[in-house]
Nanobody, 118 residues
Framework: QVQLVESGGGLVQAGGSLTLSCAAS????????IGWFRQAPGKEREFVSS????????TYADSVKGRFTISRDSAKNTVYLQMNSLKPEDTAVYYC???????????WGQGTQVTVSS
């Protein structure tokens, strides 16, 4: 079993930055890919970014490429999502997920709210 806890969300002005954290625990947490997804009000959940178990491979949605950076600290079992140049359309609840693929969906965190004001 893997447990995921997100933190770091908040309110920020357009153009600002936030860093989200996803702390993973469980006997096999370090073996999983970790991904970030987001869901805006009235919209379906969408993929944002993911990183493989070793941190050597990462993927991004086109909408966040060049603005968001995912990274992994294996010693802390934590994955970070550095979000720069934030836009109002980035407003959503952000979830981290763990799984065996680069679009992981086996385990989910509770989500953290990100609100970007214009």
């Amino acid at each position: 079993q893997v447990q995921l806890v997100e933190s770091g969300g908040g309110l920020v002005q357009a153009g600002g930055s936030l860093t989200l954290s996803c702390a993973a625990s469980g006997c096999t947490a370090s073996n999983y890919a970790i991904g970030w997804f987001r869901q805006a009000p009235g919209k379906e959940r969408e993929f944002v970014s993911s990183i493989n178990w070793s941190g050597s491979t990462s993927t991004y949605a086109d909408s966040v490429k060049g603005r968001f950076t995912i990274s992994r600290d294996s010693a802390k079992n934590t994955v970070y999502l550095q979000m720069n140049s934030l836009k109002p359309e980035d407003t959503a609840v952000y979830y981290c997920a763990a799984g065996w693929t680069m679009s992981p969906n086996n385990y989910w965190g509770q989500g953290t709210q990100v609100t970007v004001s214009s």
